[in-house]
C-alpha cells in the first residue's frame, strides 16, 4: 500500500509488513470499526487485542458512543483508556481523568430553538449517567445506554458533553452551530444524526491528553477508524489505518487500509504488522 506520511525513522515496509520503530499506544473507533455490524467483538479480535497488553503495548476505545454502553464488549476486552463522547470524557480504567462539558446556556438556546422545530425529528441529551430523548417509543431503549423521556418543552438545564439532533438536512444543525464559536459538530455516516461538541472534544485531542499524561509521543500512536470523527486522529497520529468500510474521507486520511469491520480488520492488521 502506499506510505502518505513520514515519520522520520517510525517506520518503512519491509517484505511488505509495516515495521514500526516502537509502538506506545493503539486507538481504535468501536461502531463500524473494532465491532461488526451487529455491535458485537468476536473471540479472535478480542485474543489479538489482549496479545497486545500482554506485550506492554496501551490500549484505547475513542468513540462516539458512552463508556456504559460498551460493558458487554470490556467484558471480552478491557482497553486501558476509554475517550467517549468524542473526545468530552476520557477514562484511565475506572476513573474519569478528564470531562468537557457544553456551556448551559448555549445548551439550552439549541434545544428551545429545536425542540418545536419539525425538521428535527429526535433530540438526545448525554448526561454523563444516562440519555434524555425526546422519543417516547423503545428505539433507544439499548444495553447500557441508560434512556429515558425528556420533554424539552418544559426547558433543559444540565450540563451535558454531547447533544445529538436527528434532522436530514445537515445545514439546519450547521447554520445554528456557527452561532456558537466554542462548538462543533459531527454527522454520522449511514445516519441522520448530528452529534454536537464543545470545540475541544474531539478524539485526537482525547490521544494527546493520554499521550501527555502517559509520556508517549504522537509519532508512537497507531489509530484505526471509519467515519467523519475519526479523520483527524487518522492524520495526525503516527499511524492511521481505516477498515474497508470506510468513508473515503477516512481512507484518504489514513496510511492504510485494512479488511472490513465484518472481517475482523483491525485485529488481523495488528496481528500481521505489530505481532509479528
Given at each position: ?8 525513522g ?22 463500524g ?8 467483538i ?39 483508556f ?50 434524555l ?17 425528556q420533554?424539552?418543552?418544559?426547558g ?5 458533553p ?16 456557527e ?19 464543545d ?78
Amino acid at each position: 500500500m502506499v506510505l502518505k506520511k513520514s515519520h522520520a525513522g517510525f517506520y518503512k515496509i519491509l517484505e511488505g509488513v509495516v515495521k514500526l520503530k516502537e509502538v506506545k499506544l493503539i486507538v481504535t473507533d468501536l461502531d463500524g470499526t473494532f465491532l461488526t455490524d451487529n455491535k458485537q467483538i468476536s473471540e479472535y479480535t478480542a485474543e489479538i487485542m489482549n496479545k497486545v497488553k500482554e506485550k506492554g503495548i496501551y490500549t484505547a476505545f475513542a468513540m462516539a458512543r458512552p463508556k456504559r454502553s460498551t460493558a458487554k464488549v470490556r467484558e471480552m476486552f478491557e482497553p486501558d483508556f476509554i475517550i467517549d463522547n468524542n473526545g468530552a470524557t476520557i477514562y484511565f480504567g475506572k476513573i474519569c481523568r478528564k470531562s468537557i462539558a457544553i456551556e448551559k446556556e448555549a445548551a439550552r438556546e439549541m434545544i428551545k430553538e429545536f425542540q418545536s422545530d419539525g425538521k428535527i425529528k429526535g433530540i438526545s441529551i448525554e448526561t454523563g449517567r444516562g440519555l434524555l430523548t425526546n422519543y417516547t417509543d423503545n428505539s433507544w431503549d439499548r444495553e447500557g445506554w441508560n434512556s429515558n423521556y425528556q420533554d424539552f418543552s418544559k426547558g433543559f438545564d444540565m450540563e451535558t458533553p454531547k447533544i445529538s439532533f436527528e434532522c436530514e438536512d445537515v445545514d439546519i444543525i450547521r447554520k445554528l452551530v456557527e452561532r456558537f464559536p466554542d462548538l462543533h459538530m459531527y454527522p454520522n455516516h449511514g445516519e441522520h444524526w448530528i452529534q454536537i461538541m464543545d470545540k475541544s472534544s474531539t478524539k485526537l485531542n482525547g490521544i494527546k491528553y493520554i499521550c501527555d499524561e502517559m509520556g508517549i509521543g504522537l509519532e508512537e500512536v497507531i489509530c484505526f477508524g471509519n467515519d467523519y470523527n475519526d479523520v483527524e486522529m487518522l492524520k495526525f497520529c503516527g499511524v492511521g489505518v481505516a477498515v474497508e468500510n470506510a468513508l473515503d474521507e477516512a481512507k484518504q486520511a489514513a496510511d492504510y487500509v485494512c479488511k472490513s469491520n465484518n472481517e475482523d480488520g483491525v485485529a488481523q492488521w495488528i496481528e500481521e504488522n505489530i505481532l509479528k
